[in-house]
């Protein structure tokens, strides 16, 4: 399976920082943003990668990730002139697809846990798959409807009553269908093509399966600077108790083979001196313990 990383967007939520760089390229304690949704992906085991963004902001992400090689990954670029909604990257990335099956996953989102999104990948074979997360605020978000028997029968972008607390997150998956389907949508109020009417076009037709995750996984926003700050609390707490980094794309390299073992060792020695390189070292000393 592919995958694409989108990383538009404007920013404005999180100007002046966005001036001199995108949101998905802001820290979230102790690496850029799009870090963790990159590491969602590595570790469901895709590793040719797509990443989708403003032709202002496809120089810095190229220079961050370059051709993807150091992960053992491929990366390709393309340049979304204009924000018009999360499906217009099916249509940017078409040439990449190639009529395969693919995962799209947003620049900005940050998962940690049991997501089962690598399970998810492994068995995926047509129609699509898309999660439900249980939140506080559904209004946000797409907002899932299930009848009696739990069956999910409806999803509605940002409803103005309340339809349930499972919202869809910014994890999607596909099958090659999604470019035509994206190009049968029309925009919406917002002016933009939504994700959920592209999800709404697989369950009308019976291809939608939706997954609810487990309690326990924290999928977090980092749309605005008080929810970036709650993010990297988040991500400062588990990494300092563990002593193991959450959204770390070189460790998910090696860790799913990749990368060999004596590639990522030459990796780091590029690295400068310093907390992340220092983490990277101790990940091979894992390794060679043998241990977990
Ligand atoms: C978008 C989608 C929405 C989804 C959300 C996840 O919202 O339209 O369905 O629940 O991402 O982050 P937006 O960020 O465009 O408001």
Not at 28 to 41: A, E, G, H, N, S
Not at 83 to 88: H, K, L, R, T
Not at 200 to 207: A, E, F, Q, V
């Amino acid at each position: 399976m592919k995958g694409i990383i989108l990383a538009g967007g404007a920013g404005s939520r999180l100007y002046p920082m966005t001036l001199v760089a995108s949101k998905q390229l802001q820290a979230v304690f102790d690496k850029p943003m799009i870090y963790y949704p990159l590491t969602t992906l590595l570790e469901a085991g895709i590793r040719e990668i797509a990443l989708v963004s403003t032709p202002e902001d496809l120089p810095r992400f190229k220079k961050l990730f370059g051709d993807g090689s150091r992960l053992g990954a491929s990366f390709t670029y393309f340049e979304q002139p204009q924000p018009e909604g999360i499906p217009q990257a099916f249509l940017i990335a078409e040439p990449f697809i190639r009529g395969e099956s693919v995962a799209l996953i947003l620049g900005d989102n940050i998962f940690c846990g049991i997501t089962g999104f690598t399970e998810a990948v492994r068995d995926f074979k047509q129609g699509a798959v898309n999660f439900g997360y249980y939140v506080n605020e559904p209004e946000r978000y797409g907002v899932i409807a299930f009848d009696a028997s739990g069956q999910a029968t409806d999803i509605v972008e940002k409803p103005e009553k309340f339809i349930s607390s499972y919202v869809l997150p910014g994890f999607y998956i596909y099958d090659a269908e999604v470019v035509e389907r994206t190009r049968a949508l029309k925009p919406s109020k917002r002016g933009e093509l939504e994700i959920t009417d592209l999800s709404r076009s697989y369950m009308k037709d019976g291809k939608l399966k939706v997954k609810l995750l487990p309690r326990g996984v924290a999928w977090l926003d980092a749309g605005t600077p008080s929810a970036m700050h709650d993010a990297a609390a988040y991500i400062q707490t588990v990494e300092k108790r563990q002593g193991i980094k959450i959204g770390c794309p070189e460790e998910a390299a090696v860790e799913h083979g990749f990368v060999s073992q004596a590639q990522f060792e030459k990796m780091i020695g590029t690295l400068p001196r310093g907390e992340y390189r220092s983490y990277l070292e101790t990940v091979v000393q894992r390794k060679l313990r043998g241990s977990k």
